[in-house]
């Protein structure tokens, strides 16, 4: 199959109470990171970008979902992020905000 052809990506389903962090990356595979109770899933690609990912962060303990407002994220999430941009091969962390539902444009 060439580019030209290919499927184009779904968009990755994001529970806008959970916790998301957007990863820039120069290794073939995304990279990995247990962290202080927590840790991270891959969840997908940001639309056709390579070396761009959405990952999750769930408890490292019964990988359930870190709400966005807990405790455990809102102390844990500037020490994740540093660890996260001291990985070989990270090139970009973004720990998602609060997330906002895009517009549609007008038909004139």
């Known amino acids: ?9 779904k968009p990755i389903s994001i529970n806008p109470e959970e916790t998301y ?8 595979e995304p990279p990995k990171l247990a962290y202080q109770g927590v840790e991270l899933e891959y969840k997908g690609p940001v639309g056709e970008l390579k070396g761009e990912g959405i990952f999750q ?21 500037d020490g994740l992020v540093k660890e996260l941009k001291g990985l070989n091969g990270v090139t970009g962390v973004n720990a998602m905000g609060e997330l906002k539902m895009r517009s549609k444009r007008e038909e004139f």
């Open 57 to 77: 962060v769930l408890h490292q303990d019964n990988a359930s979902p870190v709400k966005r407002s807990e405790e455990l994220w809102l102390n844990k999430k």
């Open 1 to 9: 199959m060439t580019a030209a052809n290919q499927a184009p990506v």
């Open 21 to 28: 962090i957007q990863i820039s990356y120069t290794t073939s």
